[in-house]
């Protein structure tokens, strides 16, 4: 699971410097440099996107100058940098946060919960999921169920992880036919959220599947019964996964949240795998008649 084609941005998560959290005694000037540098944009540029001078932002790097909070969020903005570390930014700027972060439990949320739930129930019968900035995985339809069944209950016990649910030995991974190819996708996917998040915890969980033992060949025999698949001119990566003696080829995609304004929403991320190939369109239809 997780994406090979993103319909919209990315999921967003934690820290605000390098390596973690912002040290207090390191000041906005740093932090934000910090930003600027990963993000390779020069001081001139980002003064030209911000309308702002190359000088006031040197000033404000070196410490010479305080920016104000406007100013804190605008660069920010141009940074593209997550609301959670924006937050971060202004704290040790001297502001208040931005930004509230409700659990997704909160009664403020129940419209939101319920329309993405409803979301990924219309999605049926093809699989969808909502994920944290962790891959946590915080929603699922009977879809994801379908190609879960039969994993060991140790690995369906909360909080369900999906790249850990995919990458496991005991996992999807004996399963995915491309796994070797699949794997190595989703491990690049996560090296670019840790650069663009900053996230420890993701940095963890990275550290953790990447360590599983690698595939040894690809399962390149059919499975019993199955004749050999027309070809199918796939226009992204599919993860092809065995279910129940069939294949099944996905297509994924990933879908955010426009200007959130809540740490809790900019992190969620809606997963849809979209069937690649007729075959995968007619057996999951089957399974609903």
Known sequence: MTASASASGSVSTSAGAPGGAPAPDKGVGPLLRGWREQRRVSQLELALRAG????????????????????????????????????????VAG?????????????ALDALREGVERLIQGYEPYPALVVDATYHVVAANRGIA?????????????????????????????????????RGH??????????LRRSDALRAL??????????????SSLLPDEEPA???????LPMQIEHDGRLLSFISSISTFNTPMDVTVAELAIE???PADPATVKYLHSLMS
Do not use: C, K
């Not at 001078?53 to 660069?75: D, K, Q």
């Not at 502001?95 to 009664?107: H, Q």
């Open 186 to 195: 989703l491990l690049a996917q996560m090296e670019r959220d840790i650069a």
């Open 52 to 91: 702002s001078s190359a000088r006031h932002i040197s000033f404000v790097e070196t410490g010479r100058s305080r920016p104000s909070e406007e100013m804190v969020l605008r660069l920010a903005e141009h940074l593209d940098i997550p609301v959670r570390d924006r937050n971060a930014l202004l704290l």
């Open 272 to 274: 849809t795998l979209l």
């Open 230 to 236: 027309e070809s199918v001119p796939y226009f992204a």
């Open 146 to 182: 379908m190609l879960l069944d039969g994993l060991p209950e140790r690995l369906l016990a909360p909080p369900l992880n999906a790249m850990r649910l995919t990458l496991h030995p005991e996992g999807l991974a004996p399963r995915i036919r491309n796994l070797r190819e699949w």
């Open 95 to 107: 502001y208040a946060p931005r930004y509230p972060e409700t659990p997704l439990d909160d009664p």
């Open 206 to 219: 990275y550290e953790e599947v990447a360590a599983y033992p690698p595939p040894s060949s690809e399962h």
